[in-house]
């Protein structure tokens, strides 16, 4: 071997151990890069569950409490126009947020042609939603007042206890046992309202925590996190303004207000638990998000229009008072804008 092969062949040598040391190294430090962006992402998931939870359970209870805070409760205007900010956000969550998301989940390209793309099955699920809605809530609504009617009972405000009303005191007193018909007749209605609400608001929460709580996108989490946190503070008024005007027992307010605040948080939970085998593009995933999707925004849709909106625009004290109603209608503008705007980053 020559002077200049030998030159060559130790050359070689000698650089071959740095060259796969380097590559180590390389490799090393993506592998950390890695476990900090992944540590960083699950420090920004459990903090969206500690906000998301805080903003839920803050915004249900303000309404509840309108007794120790006499500007929210039912009975001043102020209320109206709160509640009516409130329903603007559900209403532009249904519309903006949810029935879009269920649009793009059933026309996923991953999704077979036959059935999913010759028919537009999130407009119709969201259409039977609507309908199944309020075939509950009138039937819901008619089952209690017959009862009502058929057993004597009136239901004292924020009570349950049952007075029993004499024929003769009915005759003795007759305009009375109307009126108080009529704010029981009210007061079952609410109640119908809340419950209703809080299955459609729940069913989409826990759809959203989920996505929250699987996505591995760090720009995604972020704005999920401000994004909900927002949502679910004045989703929560709009359910805690319903709940109040039920005047239910503390003991159901308490449970009512529970699901509400930790239903989100669970679906991240949930989210969290499944991210490593969770794949958003997966067939079964997409129709399960699509068709939930669907029927929450139909429910969303109708008890945001029918049973918060309409039930308080069409009321007799708004009716007659011009300011409060330029109030509302200014306050649902603002609740459906900003809930709209926040479509442009989630």
Same mark, same amino acid.
């Given at each position: ?29 993506? !592998?950390? @890069? ?104 009138? %039937? ?19 009570? @349950? ?20 018909? !009529? ?6 209605? %609410? ?90 593009? !997966? ?28 039930? !308080? ?34």
């Amino acid at each position: 071997m020559g002077k200049f092969e030998k030159m060559i062949f130790w050359y070689i040598l000698l650089l071959f151990p740095s060259i796969v040391l380097g590559k180590c190294t390389c490799d090393r430090d993506n !592998d950390d @890069e890695e476990k900090s962006k992944t540590k960083t992402v699950l420090y920004y998931k459990v903090g969206a569950i500690a906000s998301i939870l805080v903003a839920s359970a803050i915004g249900v209870c303000i309404p509840v409490f309108g007794k120790e805070i006499p500007a929210l409760s039912p009975e001043r205007n102020f209320f109206f126009i709160i509640k009516a900010f409130a329903a603007g956000v559900i209403l532009s969550t249904g519309f903006i947020h949810v029935l879009p998301d269920a649009f793009d989940k059933l026309a996923s390209p991953y999704l077979k042609v036959w059935p999913w793309k010759d028919f537009p099955f999130s407009g119709f699920i969201a259409m039977v939603s609507a309908i199944a809605t309020l075939m509950v809530d009138t %039937y819901a609504t008619s089952y209690y007042n017959k009862k009502k009617l058929k057993s004597g009972v009136v239901v004292q405000s924020g009570d @349950e206890e049952a007075v029993t009303h004499t024929q003769s005191h009915v005759h003795a007193h007759s305009s009375v046992p109307m009126m108080m018909g !009529d704010s029981i007749s009210e007061l079952l209605r %609410y109640r119908v309202i809340s419950q209703v609400l809080e299955v459609g608001i729940i069913v989409h929460s826990v759809i959203i925590g989920i996505a929250l709580g699987a996505s591995g996108n760090l720009k995604t989490i972020r704005t999920l996190f401000v994004a909900l946190t927002f949502h679910q503070f004045f989703e929560g008024m709009g359910l805690g303004g319903s709940i109040a005007q039920a005047k239910f027992k503390s003991r159901a307010v308490t449970i009512m207000a529970l699901f509400f605040s930790l239903t989100t948080p669970i679906g991240i939970a949930i989210g969290l638990a499944i991210t490593k085998g969770y794949d958003e593009n !997966d067939r079964k995933a997409l129709i399960v998000e699509g068709i939930f999707n669907s029927a929450s925004a139909g429910i969303l849709i109708y008890m945001s229009l029918v049973d918060l909106l309409a039930a !308080d625009f069409m009321h007799p004290r708004m009716q007659g008072n011009g300011e409060l109603q330029l109030g509302a209608n200014i306050s649902l503008l603002l609740g459906a804008g900003l809930m709209s705007v926040i479509a442009v980053w989630a």
